[in-house]
């Protein structure tokens, strides 16, 4: 089993940057896939970016390739999402998830955290 807790959220200008935290325990981390997903107010929970156990491959939505960068250490059990040229539209609470195989379809994904909130402003 995984716990997974997320942090780095906060409010930056639209063209900023962040960077969130998804800090894992367990000593099964670097088994899982991890994938990072976001949620706005009244909108579906959707996919933004998801590597492999291993770190070798990832995959990104469209809305975010070129400005997101997911990267893993398991050394350190953790998850990282480097957020570049932040929109006001990436506005939405952001969760780390675990997954057994490579997916980036929510409800496959095992664990959740419980989301850091990152605003984007105008």
């Known amino acids: 089993q995984v716990q997974l807790v997320e942090s780095g959220g906060g409010l930056v200008q639209a063209g900023g940057s962040l960077r969130l935290s998804c800090a894992a325990s367990?000593?099964?981390?670097?088994?899982?896939?991890m994938g990072w997903f976001r949620q706005a107010p009244g909108k579906e929970r959707e996919f933004v970016a998801v590597?492999?156990?291993?770190?070798?491959?990832?995959s990104y939505a469209d809305s975010v390739k070129g400005r997101f960068a997911i990267s893993r250490d398991n050394t350190k059990n953790a998850l990282y999402l480097q957020m570049n040229s932040l929109k006001p539209e990436d506005t939405a609470v952001y969760y780390c998830?675990?997954?057994?195989?490579?997916?980036?379809?929510?409800?496959?994904?095992?664990?959740w955290g419980q989301g850091t909130q990152v605003t984007v402003s105008s």
């Open positions: 998830a675990a997954n057994s195989g490579l997916q980036t379809i929510a409800r496959y994904f095992q664990y």
């Open positions: 367990g000593r099964t981390f670097s088994t899982y896939a």
């Open positions: 590597i492999s156990w291993s770190g070798d491959t990832t």
